[in-house]
């Protein structure tokens, strides 16, 4: 399994921004996909963004335009800018990370509270 170390998150109001970074233990070469899904309370985890081995990201639809997740230094790092933030994007933030042919490994997950 991929060890994963997840920083960022933070409180802040309406508007602002955060960066939430992940490493992996793993080299780039061996990931296949590397990502972030959240969970609000009372609500479902859902998928927030992710980024596969040829650089193709995905977005969930209400943060597409003002998330952005990128590959890091060294490339088996990865980066979720969030912009715009809004109080409904406030949850816990897990990082994932998915080795070919293994499930995924996760992430101890980062608090983000966006006030209103």
């Known amino acids: 399994q991929v060890h994963l170390e997840e920083s960022g998150g933070g409180s802040v109001r309406a508007g602002g921004s955060l960066r939430l970074s992940c490493s992996a233990s793993a080299s780039y070469s061996d990931i296949y996909i590397m990502g972030w899904h959240r969970q609000a309370p009372g609500k479902e985890r859902e998928q927030v963004a992710s980024?596969?081995?040829?650089?193709?990201?995905d977005y969930e639809g209400s943060v597409k335009g003002r998330f952005t997740i990128s590959r890091g230094k060294p490339r088996n790092t990865v980066h979720l800018q969030m912009n715009d933030l809004k109080p409904e994007d406030t949850a816990v933030y897990y990082c994932y990370a998915r080795e070919l042919g293994q499930d995924n490994s996760w992430g101890q997950g980062a608090q983000v509270t966006v006030a209103s």
């Open positions: 980024i596969n081995r040829f650089d193709v990201k």
